[in-house]
């Protein structure tokens, strides 16, 4: 018996290593993306059939607030097994320039995007891109007090009914280093501090807030588009908002891609760049996610939030990036004394 | 075993799992060359200390619930009157099979369900609670590998003397220590270094810290000198388990009264049984419930859906896992062997080192030592994930078998090796077989951990492998709750079935082998 | 010849010394008993005769070879030749009787092993349980397939460690003429520890008898009995 499970033993190894070795093929672009799998997934699948390259990817878990990736690209920074890192936010793509992992692209194909979604020094493109809104519970929050503006959240008729996710992660920490640079950081700071004093829930992620809106376990919540057009897609009760159309406006996230240095496949890389930011792409994406395209002449489909409509929060995201590493200690320390 | 082998195995050990740990470490006391302790003495503040308290509470908080359920659970399944012991069997394993994330998941939405407020919900209990329940099962396998070896002749020694209870806790726990302390020390283990648990429900312990050191400000060193508290923490430990054992005579099995005694409790099977449904209605069906209700919300295209998500990776995991698990016993036997055979009891602070460390960390480590041009044949194929597997529970595996093979008198290898067989050949006809049980176990319980296994893998697995955990992990961002409630479902009835098929095949194998001998 | 020379063994375990400095040199054709109180360092002279132990000092011959010198292993156990009949037996318990005895001769590649075994079994009167397993055998039968088990592979020395503790006094005598029987026919030598001295006495040819790590004396039966030494006097009258 013994023998047998000794060679089954050697059978197996020996089909693993077959297996690892029929995989090695020429002609393929490594992938590692923090957008969601479900909608990352599809673009990537027709990515191949289109191009003829065979995509690789690693997509990222919800449970490290998808930082997972981001981790894994500086650490192989030595070594980069990666050549495409397509990112929800330009705060990733910024730490990976700031790192010297990312190596400038002008691709023909952004020509159509505006230069204000573009990095100045080409470290990174964007293209569809999110936003940050309120989602609200209809069944609880009457319609005469829906927020509207970021600074009512800390009104004391919304104590205990309000969250936000972790401040030190994705979209919510840029999102709230970019109310730094447009509020200024006092005004910022006394802002998060109401909050506080006003009993604010820091949910574990967007995902988290947008579900603890949607059960009912509070009133509101910050959170992203996508998130919120799930929770719609569902069959939740909830609401969005386009917080600050007369103030300081809403963040728009675009999506951004950056071309690893030294990639392993640095021809396809471009290639795949390129097809990423295409306005085939960027409409897939709004139909499947509600992400607004940034290229001109990509018609919005119904049910999807367009760039014109909505008050855009006027930013620059390498210097949004910048503050947030100069604001970081005082977020982890806010977050601390929260709970 | 041939010395020789022995020691170039642990050298091949060391030289894979163990100096990707060691250098990580190691650099994290340098800056540009020059020593520099900065992070290390940025340890001695405040808030880290506060944090080290809080994972150390709910650490000893959860390794000692965890280790009295399992102790009373391991008694109901070896020594009561429970029927349908095998089906409570399977069920008890069932919360190892979930994702620790998921159980939470579950039971959080069980307490909403239950209109339980916020603030109750996500505390310090509520981690303690879920960890608990996700840990239980570890310790009912261990005390039931454990009772089943009590010599019935002891426990009737004693029977004459005075009454069940007394000779419960003065001859049976006494007789279970080693496997009591074990119990406790790697479930300890586990549940401080556990990520997922305490992050979800926004409890802050060392782990979360490490992962915002990580995630947030990309402060390696900081993190690595964080989780080298972890590991100072573990091998204290061990030190206490190895001082609290030291005297502790082993009991040995041997021939004739081998058979386990079942407790004279009456005869009444009601007290037990009502025990057993108790906790499983309690610890399984709840989170299940969870479960399925919420992927029946999505309806039955649900399940197709989930299933085609899933469908290659149900068969890719499965072969990873089986592989992953066998070289893991082997090698957990070896180290066993060693220890027992040959007292070296650096084994246990070697293995320490790599089941301690955060998996994040340990992503990293292996990250840094293999991902060069020259080593690319390791980094960049599926011998990495092996590596990994092998790096976070090898430890587990051999506490199990050393476990047995302390009680395994050395006699029966020395009669083999008197009748002129060789080590090779002592190993096979006698010592594997008599092992065989444990080995099983071993094998077993490295199969649930690495088919769960996510936070080194997902740093280290080369892009294009399907894996499970992997993939529910992914697409869960952003996917409908009843889409990955669909697919915790699916992944929990495959584990499940092929762990079923394993036993039911090894009852069969056990059968036609050994048609008298029976290890229960 | 010398069939078992020990020269200046010396062997401690931590910091209890269990032999110190013996000499022992047994002739071929006999049958020796190791006598004394337990803890007496007896077993330690088997295992280190066997080969599961290494003297921490001094040389072991067998057969007029070096088997052990100097906590060096020179000759591994299985090679050395010798029988050992374990004070637990060590019976393999998932082997069958059949199996278990036939162990050794499996090794050894004996065309012929299940006649030899029949034969020993007969021999032994053991020969309707070869297909049982040693937990379903009475606690006689047990020894005797451990005998069987040894026997069958014909050694030169055959060590045995109160083979006949566990057992009552008729199964005693049983097992004990059996044994005295075999060692005629087979002309083996019988290493013999126990801590009985009519054991002793009535079996062994020369007895050694041992005291807080040394000999005390060595000579036959009837020397034994007429020692002047205290130690001896007290521990026959127990």
Known sequence: MSRCIFILFLLTISAFLFLSCSTQSSDEVVIYTSVDQVFAEPILKDLQQETGITVKAVFDTEETKSTGVLNRLIAEAANPQCDVFWSGDPVRANVLKQKGISEPYQSKVAEGIPAYFIDHDKHWTGFSSRARVLIYNKNLVPSDKIPSSLLDLTKEEYKGKVAIANPLFGTTSFHIAAIFSALGDEKAKKWLSDLKANNVIIATSNGDVKKRVSNGEIWCGLTDTDDANEAIKEGAPVGIVFLGQSDIGALIIPNTVSLIKNSPNGVNAKKAIDYLISKETQLKLAKSCAQMPLSKGVEVPQGVFSLDKVKAMQVNYDQTSKKLEEIQNYLKEWVENNS | MKRTYLIVLSLIFIALAILPLLSLLFGSLFRECTINLDNYIGLIQGRTLQLLLQSILIGVAVCFLSTILGLGFGFLLIKSHLPNKALFKVLLLIPLLLPSYITAVAWVDFFVFLGISSAWIYSRVTAIFVLTLIYTPLAVLIFSAALQNINAGLEGAALLITNYRKVFFTIILPLIKPAVFSSLLLIFILSISEFSVPAFLSVDVLTTDIFIQFSAFYNYNVAIAQSSLLILLCVIGLIIERKLLADTPFLTVTGKSHHSRLAPVPQATYVPLALAIGYVLFSIIIPLAVLIAQSLAGGRENFYKALSYLWVELGQSLLFAITGAAIIAFVGFSFAYLKARRSYGWIDFMLMLTFAIPSVVAGIALINYYNTPFSNFIYATPAIIFIAYLMRFVLVAERILNNRLIQLPQSLEHAASICGAGNYLTLRKITLPLMSEALMGAFIISFIFCIGELGTIIMVYPPGTALLPIKIFTIMANAPQSLTSAMCLIVLLFTTSVLGGILGLWQLIKRARFMVYDGS | ?238
């Open chain 3, 1 to 238: 010849m010398m069939e078992v020379e020990l020269q200046n063994i010396t062997k401690s375990y931590g910091n209890k010394t269990v032999l110190k400095d013996i000499h022992l040199a047994l002739p071929n054709g006999s049958f020796t008993c190791l006598l004394g109180s337990s803890g007496s360092g007896k077993t330690t002279i088997l295992k280190l005769l066997a080969g599961f132990e290494l003297p921490d000092k001094g040389d072991i011959w067998i057969s007029g070879e070096k088997v052990s010198s100097n906590n060096k292993l020179l000759k591994a156990p299985h090679e050395r030749g010798i029988g050992y009949i374990f004070q637990d037996l060590s019976l393999w318990p998932h082997l069958s009787v059949m199996e278990n005895i036939a162990f050794g001769l499996k090794i050894r590649k004996v065309a012929a092993y299940k006649d030899k075994v029949m034969e020993m079994a007969q021999r032994l009167n053991i020969g309707e349980t070869l297909s049982k397993y040693p937990h379903q055998l009475s606690g006689g039968q047990q020894q005797l397939v451990a005998i069987a088990r040894s026997l069958v592979l014909e050694p030169n020395l055959l060590l045995m460690d109160e083979p006949l503790a566990n057992l009552d006094v008729k199964l005693k005598k049983v097992v004990r003429e059996k044994i005295l029987e075999l060692k005629k026919l087979l002309s083996i030598n019988i290493i013999y520890v126990s801590h009985d001295h009519r054991e002793a006495f009535t079996m062994a040819d020369q007895i050694v008898v041992l005291n807080e790590a040394q000999v005390e004396a060595v000579g036959t039966p009837q020397q034994i009995r007429e020692s002047p030494s205290e130690f001896i006097k007290y521990f026959i009258e127990l």
